[in-house]
């Protein structure tokens, strides 16, 4: 069984620029939600995708979006990257009938400049 | 308002000792409660879950934790505690069905000789 991975795992942008980070979710879950982690913070919901929809969001901007594929591998976009989004970005995994169990990603540490 | 509270923003322990490490939750009914660990740099990784019956509950690497519903606790403990468990760790819950998870603030643990 293949767990959550997520690309890249490291990443540099300046201000303005835009960036796209992705997520593979674990086999046989079909909901894959995104958490932003500040250093020494705890995870922040951003949103969640279930069979391709969006199922939920947290508070954050709309420069903030995502996708999720058939095969429920998910997409985060974030847009016009300001600095206060330098962060540890989490990705997690789950399926209804594993008691809402999410199992996470190694994340992907976003340095904006 | 839904919350979790981790009061021990930082602990340090020798090796050998135990350790207990406490979690509040603010709900209106039984959520499911949950124990993550973080490695510094690293994704979450799942230490034990509860979702009914027995309140005390086994998980990885020798932790356990009691849930006391008079009490909204859901406290992690461990009898004797390795170097290598030095890390963060986050109480959380999820409220009901697929939805975002509620974190804690995190505990740090340090380890010492």
């Known amino acids: 069984e293949t767990g959550v991975t997520q690309s890249p795992t490291h990443l540099i942008k300046t201000r303005g620029q835009q960036v796209t980070l992705r997520c593979s979710s674990q086999s046989g879950h079909n909901t894959v939600s995104w958490y932003q982690q500040a250093l020494g913070q705890g995870p922040q919901f951003i949103f969640q995708y279930y069979r391709e929809e969006e199922n939920g969001r947290g508070n954050f901007p709309p420069r903030f979006s995502g996708l999720q594929f058939p095969n429920y591998s998910s997409e985060l976009n974030v847009n016009a990257l300001e600095l206060d989004d330098s962060a540890l970005y989490l990705c997690a995994s789950s399926s209804p009938g594993t008691e809402e169990t999410q199992y996470f990603g190694p994340g992907t540490r976003l340095l904006v400049l | 308002a839904q919350s979790v509270t981790q009061p021990d923003i930082h602990i340090t322990v020798s090796e050998g000792a135990s350790l207990e490490l406490r979690c509040n939750y603010s709900?209106?009914?039984?959520?499911?409660l949950f124990w993550y660990v973080q490695s510094p740099g690293q994704g979450l990784q799942l230490l034990l879950k509860y979702f009914s019956g027995d309140t005390l509950v086994q998980g990885i690497k020798g932790f356990e934790a009691e849930f006391k519903r008079s009490q909204s606790s859901f406290n992690l403990r461990k009898p004797s505690v390795h170097w290598s468990d030095a890390a963060e760790y986050f109480c959380l819950f999820n409220p009901s069905g697929n939805t975002p998870l509620v974190f804690g603030k995190g505990t740090r643990l340090s380890v010492i000789a």
């Open positions: 709900y209106g009914a039984t959520p499911y």
